[in-house]
């Protein structure tokens, strides 16, 4: 029986793609990623089918599959229960860069969390994608949350001039936080090893 040694394939959301690419080349990860785009979110029926065909072309090159996404469409346990397919733990993006206790102590208190990707796409996520327009921006959001956290990797200058428009038609404060990529790193590690050794049982 021939085992295979290389690396699982990483399959990512184009959220952690800056992020991930950092610490490529930092040589904390040696990962081959491929990435799908984060507005796939808003679409679950589609995100499932590409991970779908993702995850199939893979599995016909015998290739272990790392998924860096959260619980982010219907069939991601499915996915995930499959001999050589593991995911990063976390419910979400934001989970997967805070950890679990940072990330559930502050939706306990509120806080929507903007990732530098969709800070950027603020516009097209709230308007375009959630339907979000006029007053009813700020009534559903304040209703929802206290505050708007961006969470700051430390990949590139934060977009003040975007958060500062997204606070002004969400109506809701900004706050900037420094996160660490250790936890996506750690998390991106852990699945890496667990998909190169889950027979599926």
């Known amino acids: 029986m021939t085992t295979d040694s290389r690396p699982?394939?990483?399959?990512?959301?184009?959220?952690?793609?800056?992020?991930?690419?950092?610490?490529?080349?930092?040589?904390?990860?040696?990962?081959?990623?491929?990435?799908?785009?984060?507005?796939?979110?808003?679409?679950?029926d589609r995100l499932d089918a590409r991970l779908t065909t993702s995850l199939t072309e893979a599995e016909a090159q015998g290739q272990k599959v790392l998924i860096a996404f959260g619980d982010c469409c219907g069939h991601m346990e499915d996915f995930r229960a499959k001999p050589g397919i593991d995911r990063t733990e976390g419910i979400n993006c934001c989970e997967i860069i805070l950890g679990r206790e940072a990330y559930r102590r502050l939706r306990r208190e509120g806080a929507f969390f903007l990732m530098p990707e969709w800070a950027l796409a603020w516009r097209q996520v709230f308007m375009s994608q959630l339907g979000l327009l006029g007053s009813n921006a700020k009534t559903f959001m304040q209703e929802m949350h206290t505050r708007l956290i961006y969470l700051d990797t430390g990949i590139?200058?934060?977009?003040?001039?975007?958060?500062?428009?997204a606070?002004?038609?969400?109506?809701?404060?900004?706050?900037?936080?420094?996160?660490?990529l250790d936890p996506l790193l750690a998390s991106l590690r852990e699945a890496a090893r667990s998909a190169s050794h889950h027979d599926g049982q």
Do not use: K
Request: charged share 15%.
């Open 8 to 44: 699982p394939r990483c399959i990512a959301c184009s959220i952690f793609r800056r992020e991930i690419e950092s610490l490529q080349a930092s040589g904390a990860l040696d990962l081959a990623v491929d990435y799908l785009p984060s507005m796939l979110h808003m679409a679950p």
């Open 156 to 165: 590139q200058p934060v977009p003040w001039q975007a958060l500062n428009e």
């Open 167 to 180: 606070s002004e038609y969400l109506g809701l404060p900004v706050e900037v936080l420094p996160v660490s």
